[in-house]
């Protein structure tokens, strides 16, 4: 899927969402609890595959910095989010300059 920076994105299987903070140049295959990723809200339907990883958090910035990718958890939900068929991991915090 060719992804837009502000573009929201729903999961197949559960309630999460997401929106799009930095896409790639190159169309990537994002998904979540094991499904493709939707550009429209749908009811969900279907089995998480809680095989994957621990489930996407409200509020957290999953990243890959290799590919250009950033997306911001909207709306928490059961599937962990993958790209190309890799669990996307949570960005970490940036440290903040010492007051010293």
């Known amino acids: 899927m060719q992804l837009k920076p502000g573009q929201k994105l729903y999961s197949a299987v559960c309630g999460a969402q997401f929106v799009v903070v930095r896409a790639p140049s190159e169309p990537v295959d994002v ?3 094991g499904e493709p990723l939707l550009d429209d809200e749908r009811e969900p339907s ?6 994957l990883g621990e489930a996407a958090q409200m509020g ?3 990243a890959n ?5 950033e997306l911001l958890c909207s709306r928490a939900g059961e599937g962990a989010l993958t790209v190309d068929g890799h669990v996307l991991p949570m960005k970490g915090a ?3 300059p010492s007051s010293d």
């Open 31 to 33: 998904g979540c609890g």
């Open 94 to 96: 940036k440290p903040l």
């Open 60 to 62: 957290k910035r999953y």
């Open 65 to 69: 910095e290799e590919l250009g990718l």
């Open 46 to 51: 279907g089995a998480v595959d809680q095989s």
